[in-house]
């Protein structure tokens, strides 16, 4: 008889803002923007998106900044308004 734990949510999710617990990949992001993959690239190119770093040949993205970056923006758009 085997008995199993129940699952529990993730508490740094919490604190991600519901982002997953993991770097991101470029097509994470194009997903949560839903954009094209090619403007997530372009976004990097020209330094106006989330910031995402280099592992090796790899793009990531923290999902902490990534949150940052749609805070930032968020309130951007309220002091325009």
Do not use: C, H
């Not at 803002?17 to 690239?41: H, Q």
């Not at 190119?45 to 949150?67: E, H, S």
């Amino acid at each position: 008889m085997s008995t199993t734990a129940p699952v529990q949510n993730d508490p740094r999710a919490t604190l991600r803002g519901g982002l997953p617990d993991r770097y991101l990949t470029p097509d994470d992001i194009a997903e949560i923007f839903e954009v094209p993959k090619e403007t997530v690239y372009q976004w990097r190119k020209k330094q106006v998106g989330p910031p995402g770093f280099r592992i090796g040949k790899y793009i990531r993205y923290d999902p902490a900044d990534v949150r940052a970056y749609v805070t930032e923006r968020k309130n951007d758009d309220q002091a325009a308004a």
